[in-house]
């Protein structure tokens, strides 16, 4: 994979590039999956520098919509936010390349044990850095898809907020929200856009209170194993408000 960029562009890679750095999509080189499709890692022809690639999966009705908005926001977003690199649209095939992030997403170090856990400490500056990303993009928008897996860490462990294939820019400061159709993860989306489909600057905030009880608890935003006499804990939301309102906060973790 030769990389060349012109200041302020996104390169498009060639299929043959992206087939060479993956090793013809090697699963052994799968290091995630999304809605989107499987991210792989690539390397490049010096053989150290490495990419995230991510291929589209084969009918993904949201696919093309999602690959599209990746690059156009490629020109808004702040560097500390992950960068898109470059991107190809060949036979048929869908492909974004991002900045590799060593330490994979916070998701991996709260629950894949094989992963170093995280101290305290660095819990702490990862939430206050990832909110300080979101709130430095311009111009603003309602990303709509924050989660525990969307904020990465680099080599230092400093975080970067990774995919924008859901976003939305917010029209102008009088737009108080934007109506559309529900997109994103049960329990992480606020409530009222669930239920009314009004997207607002607190749903990103809704969705990043639900990380913040993670990073507290280590438990995930939906729990899909637990047993019928214990249903308030499915979603992790409600078991805070509930242990809250209880005084029982300490069975949150």
Request: hydrophobic fraction near 35%; glycine fraction near 6%; charged fraction near 25%.
């Amino acid at each position: 994979m030769q990389l060349k960029i012109t200041s302020g562009q996104c390169y498009q890679f060639t299929l043959e590039e992206i087939t060479i750095a993956t090793n013809n999509f090697n699963e052994d080189l799968v290091i995630g999956e999304g809605g989107f499709g499987k991210v792989d890692k690539g390397i490049v022809n010096d053989g150290v520098t490495s990419f995230a690639i991510k291929r589209c999966k084969p009918g993904s009705r949201q696919g093309l919509k999602e690959f599209q908005n990746e690059i156009k926001f490629f020109s808004f977003c702040h560097l500390n936010l992950v960068p898109l690199i470059g991107f190809c649209q060949e036979d048929n095939e869908l492909i974004l390349v991002y900045e590799y992030m060593a330490n994979g997403s916070l998701c991996d170090h709260l629950y894949k044990k094989q992963n170093q856990p995280l101290t305290w400490n660095q819990r702490l500056k990862i939430c206050v850095g990832a909110e300080e990303d979101y709130i430095i993009c311009i111009p603003p928008i309602f990303h709509c898809d924050i989660k525990s897996s969307n904020i990465l860490l680099d080599e230092n462990v400093v975080p970067k907020i990774a995919d924008f294939g859901l976003s939305r820019i917010i029209p102008s400061p009088c737009h108080a929200h934007i109506t559309t159709q529900v997109k994103g993860i049960l329990g992480y989306l606020d409530p009222e856009y669930y239920k009314r489909r009004k997207l607002t600057e607190k749903s990103d905030v809704y969705s990043f209170g639900v990380v913040l009880f993670e990073v507290l608890s280590a438990r995930p935003a939906v729990n899909h194993v637990v047993e019928e006499e214990h249903s308030e804990k499915v979603g992790l939301a409600e078991w805070a408000l509930h242990c809250h309102q209880c005084r029982s906060i300490e069975h949150l973790n």
